[in-house]
């Protein structure tokens, strides 16, 4: 079955301490890895899609990298604003999304 | 583009009741899901439907739930009757082609006392 971990569970950062989340998955044939950020009340929001080991994405403060086991989604000099929920997930089927608990991040002014 | 709109925005309803929960997914796409999010167990895929037909029920928990996609433009989810655990953030999400990510909605909180 896919499995989807994600870590910490939780992260407390000063504004500008970077700081990277992991995103560890088992599946059988890799069909991308999403990530997704949700604020309090809202749906998640996408973020990027990797498909290959080695692939990198960024927007503003965030850069998310792919590796044949895990992903790190890379949170540089972080604002307040970028405090959220940030959840990874991998498709079982080219349907079914898996997801993670997700990461919380606050991040102190 | 208006985004995945759900209604209502909260329901509170008492045990026994039917809930309706309800979905209008991004004109054009062709797949709608429904999620639960939890504590507890986090998101779930309850069902999805591709071009109106539901493909994929697994997850719906019970027999108590029941969902429909009528058109393209319009889906319901149906608890009854609804149960305290039933309590959670309904989300729906659409998006079209296979490997499109999936844009969701505001979601319900539901909360069954």
């Known amino acids: 079955e896919d499995q989807v971990t994600q870590s910490p569970e939780a992260l407390r950062l000063q504004e500008g301490e970077s700081s990277s989340l992991n995103c560890s998955y088992t599946?059988?044939?890799?069909?991308?890895l999403f990530w997704y950020r949700q604020d309090p009340g809202k749906g998640p929001e996408f973020l990027f899609t990797?498909?290959?080991a080695g692939e990198e994405k960024e927007k503003e403060r965030l850069k998310a990298t792919l590796t044949k086991k895990e992903s790190f989604l890379h949170i540089t000099a972080p604002k307040p604003e970028d405090s959220a929920t940030y959840l990874c997930a991998v498709p079982s089927n080219d349907y079914k999304l898996s997801f993670g608990a997700g990461t919380t991040v606050t991040v102190r002014a | 583009d208006a985004g995945v709109i759900q209604s209502p925005r909260h329901e509170v309803t008492e045990m026994g009741q039917e809930v309706t929960l309800r979905c209008k997914p991004i004109s054009g796409h062709n797949s709608l899901f429904w999620y639960r999010q939890t504590m507890m167990r986090g998101l779930e895929l309850l069902i999805y439907f591709n071009n109106n037909v539901p493909i994929d029920d697994s997850g719906m928990p019970e027999d108590r739930f029941s969902a429909k996609m009528p058109n393209a433009s319009f889906s319901t989810l149906k608890i009854q009757p609804s149960e305290p655990r039933d309590s959670a953030v309904y989300f729906c999400?659409?998006?079209?082609?296979?490997?499109?990510?999936?844009?969701f909605g505001n979601g319900t909180r539901l909360t069954v006392t």
């Open positions: 599946v059988s044939g890799l069909r991308g």
């Open positions: 990797l498909y290959s």
């Open positions: 999400a659409s998006k079209q082609g296979a490997h499109s990510p999936l844009h």
